[in-house]
């Protein structure tokens, strides 16, 4: 049996990372693919804990994320992740000057089949615990990009709202799909 094709959603906060995951499982299931959509593992700390982790935290969050993306990747076609541990590394790099996250986080994101970046065309809506404010997108849309073009990662940015935005995920997954057929 052939892996899962993996999916991983990319971009700093409030870029509809998370609304786009689950519209992409969703129009994908439609097509009559199985497939996983992995959650976020920060989203759901910081839920349980009341709180955003301390240094100390990241790097097990990080972890967590990428077993539960290898993870599905046994009982689905394709997994759809909303984030990976690279965004993890980048805010561990932002907030706490730790750039300890990096080399493992884009030794996984290299292996990944597919990586969307959103872009910062969305308004920025507060989300908790999980959001520092509009003025770290940029900064973290930078860290990002560097950490991607470091580790030699390709990616497809995704931009535009609302069936636009899924249009535009769901064409570069079905290049990326054709592209693996070959």
Do not use: N
């Amino acid at each position: 049996m052939r892996p899962a094709f993996v999916v991983a959603l990319l971009g700093a906060e409030s870029t509809g990372k998370t609304t786009l995951t689950g519209e992409i499982g969703a129009a994908l299931t439609e097509r009559g693919l199985r497939v996983a959509v992995i959650g976020e593992a920060l989203r759901e700390f910081c839920s349980a804990h009341g709180r955003t982790p301390k240094r100390d935290e990241q790097a097990a969050i990080a972890d967590e994320q990428t077993r539960r993306i290898d993870a599905a990747g046994g009982d689905a076609e394709i997994v759809v992740a909303d984030t990976a541990a690279l965004m993890i590394a980048v805010y561990s790099d932002f907030v706490f000057g730790d750039p300890s996250l990096y080399a493992h986080a884009e030794a996984w994101q290299a292996r990944c089949d597919l990586t969307l970046l959103t872009v910062l065309d969305l308004p920025w809506l507060a989300d908790g615990l999980q959001r520092d404010g509009a003025h770290v997108r940029e900064p973290i849309d930078a860290l990002l990009r560097a950490s991607l073009a470091r580790a030699g990662v390709s990616f497809e940015t995704i931009a535009g709202a609302g069936p636009a935005r899924l249009q535009a995920a769901l064409a570069a997954i079905d290049r990326g799909l054709a592209t693996r057929a070959r």
